[in-house]
């Protein structure tokens, strides 16, 4: 390619909402947008010059515009155009920009991650890494895409495990977004519950934590499919841990969720039995599904009471009591007649 | 029976020395020490599976790793650490099953760090105090961050065992020693303090001293050492002691040094 053409600005059609990209990492830098082109160049002297994507740069027509872009590292550079060329037809040379001072960027300026984050050039991963990062960096920012990405339909399968995480991590003031979060956590660990994947699995239980973490008790019957075995990861015992925790800080209104009382008390009855009642998974279903009654306010609650106390196991009644009396605890005050219930029915384990 | 040691099982709690082999059981508690030199214990953990090991033996634990990684996993995070102390209280049928019960649990509550791309270790991680849930916008918890110590303690705890008296206050500690014992999160924190660098912290998590417990003086959290001065004190000749008060921060180190003896 030669030097000696003359410098002019070029208009490309953007994939990308450049503008937005421009305006978050300059934000002093108006709204002198250039554009995209497919090439830069940089390093001293055309003889060094080295290939970068993604510019974008200042559309300011006097010299010195500023640019960013990416090395073939994907490291982030910064610096001053020299000169801009457009696309010639006639020539085997693609569009380009030229910049003999360019470096990569310092930390401590603008944040890369952002930059990152934004550049729908790059593959998913390195975004989504970018967009943990910007979790912890600007979580206004990262709140508002996550948002964003959780609305959208078509959102690449390679977002999910990332979008989850960041959810775990961000908090929503808005109760619409609330709603939003948790309806589409809850899909997302119903598709991926089904996955024959066990990356899948703790995203899977990440999701539903948060789901429940944000579900309104009156809607808890929503975690009903969650209390199956029917996926191939098995969300029963985080299934009944979601109702223990929607139900954290008030225990359910008497006779509401009575569809999900009834199959939690049908795994109780399975699980609190000698024969099934192996140390591990299985005791802990059968533990948060004695608990997850009491949550409920079910009054299958003393019968299954009753049954862990025929079974005679000290260590299992131990823990059991433990905990019931910590949920009950934790109750607000405005349930002091729950609480006192609670407390009376575990004299059974005693 | 619960919790009422057998007379012909064996307790013991030491560092490892040597070549000969010593059978450690699952649940035991396993230490690592910060360096080659001092007995400061910097790391807790459970031993996953019954194994022989011997002196520098690298075993598989459960345990809350530790947010910079140890000094035997350099600049990555494991399910593995050196056993350089280790605790084996020979745990009775009621204890270990309720350990399994208990691990069955905490699995679907605490987040993956090592194996999930994308977590940050701070945030899975708290100096005190030993657990804390993290709380969702309407005050629930969404998941449970834990001290490598307090993974340990928690687990005895269900089983009925208490290492360490959670209600008695713990030794209080300086900047000094919390730089000793902590020299990567003093690092942190001086880079925070100084307001630099947000997208190196966010590679980490990190916060802040104030979010990992230490806001406000005295500090005290609790070292890992206290855990095995704690169950140093298990043997064939008593039930399970009462819950440990630590007296001295010096007993972070394991055992004791010997200027803190005299």
């Known amino acids: 390619m030669t030097t000696s053409k003359k410098s002019q600005a070029v208009d490309y059609d953007n994939e990308i909402d450049l503008e937005s990209v421009f305006e978050r990492l300059m934000p002093d830098g108006s709204k002198n947008l250039q554009a995209i082109c497919d090439y830069l160049y940089f390093g001293k002297g055309m003889q060094f010059a080295k290939p970068a994507h993604s510019v974008i740069y200042e559309k300011s027509p006097q010299d010195g515009k500023r640019f960013f872009a990416f090395d073939e590292e994907n490291n982030l550079l910064h610096g001053r155009v020299d000169g801009v060329y457009p696309h010639d037809a006639q020539s085997e040379y693609p569009s380009c920009v030229i910049a003999t001072n360019s470096r990569p960027f310092p930390q401590s300026q603008v944040a890369p991650a952002r ?236 | 029976m619960s919790g009422q040691p057998n007379q012909t099982r064996q307790f013991e709690t ?63 995070q494991s399910n593995a650490i050196r056993a350089d102390v280790v605790s084996d209280i020979s745990l009775d049928v009621d204890e270990l099953n309720s350990m399994k019960h208990w691990r069955a649990n905490v699995e679907k509550l605490k987040r993956d760090v090592i194996n999930v791309q994308g977590l940050r270790p701070f945030r899975e991680y708290i100096l005190f105090p030993h657990k804390k849930p993290v709380l969702s916008e309407l005050n629930r918890p969404i998941y449970w961050r834990y ?58 998590g990190y916060r802040g001293l104030a979010d990992l417990g230490l806001a406000e003086k005295p500090w005290r959290p609790i070292f890992v050492g206290y855990l095995f001065h704690s169950l140093k004190r298990f043997s064939v000749d008593t039930t399970r002691p009462k819950a440990y008060s630590p007296k001295s921060s010096l007993e972070r180190y394991f055992p004791l040094p010997p200027a803190a003896n005299s």
């Open chain 2, 14 to 76: 030491k560092r490892v020395i040597g070549n000969y082999p010593w059978t450690v059981r699952s649940f035991a508690v396993v230490g690592e020490d910060a360096d080659e030199t001092s007995h400061f214990v910097a790391h807790a953990a459970l031993n996953e599976d019954t194994c022989e090991i011997r002196e520098g033996a690298v075993i598989p634990v459960f345990h809350m790793c530790p947010p910079l990684a140890g000094p035997s996993i350099e600049g990555s």
């Open chain 2, 147 to 204: 001290s490598c110590a307090g993974l340990v303690i928690d687990c005895y705890e269900t089983a009925g065992i208490e290492i360490i008296d959670l209600s008695a206050e713990m030794p209080e500690i300086d900047e000094e020693c919390l730089a000793e014992s902590y020299p990567r999160i003093a690092r942190l924190e001086e880079i925070f303090q100084k307001k630099q660098d947000h997208e190196f912290l966010s590679k980490y």
């Open chain 1, 115 to 350: 930059f990152v984050f934004l550049n729908e050039k790059l593959p998913v991963i390195q975004r989504a890494t970018a967009l943990m990062d910007l979790v912890h960096s600007d979580s206004a920012l990262a709140t508002d895409h996550i948002l964003e990405l959780l609305r959208s339909t078509t959102m690449d399968e390679k977002w999910i495990p990332y979008v989850v995480y960041a959810a775990e991590e961000l908090r929503f003031a808005n109760p619409t977004d609330q709603d939003l979060v948790w309806k589409r956590l809850l899909n997302i660990a119903f598709e991926f519950r089904n996955r024959n994947e066990a990356a899948f699995e703790r995203v899977v239980f990440s999701a539903i934590r948060r789901v429940a973490s944000l579900l309104p008790e009156d809607q808890a019957s929503e975690l009903l499919p969650l209390l199956e075995n029917t996926g191939s990861v098995d969300t029963r015992l985080v299934g009944l841990h979601a109702i223990k925790t929607v139900f954290s800080v008030f225990p359910s209104k008497d006779n509401c969720n009575r569809l999900l009382a009834n199959r939690v008390n049908e795994l109780a009855i399975k699980f609190i039995d000698r024969d099934v009642l192996i140390p591990g998974e299985n005791t802990a279903i059968a533990e948060a599904s004695v608990v997850a009654l009491a949550c409920l306010k079910s009054d299958q609650l003393k019968p299954r009471l009753e049954q862990v106390a025929r079974l005679r196991l000290g260590w299992f009644s131990k823990i059991l009591r433990r905990s019931l009396t910590q949920v009950a605890d934790q109750w607000d005050q405005s349930a002091a007649i729950a609480k006192q219930s609670i407390h009376e029915l575990t004299t059974f384990l005693e």
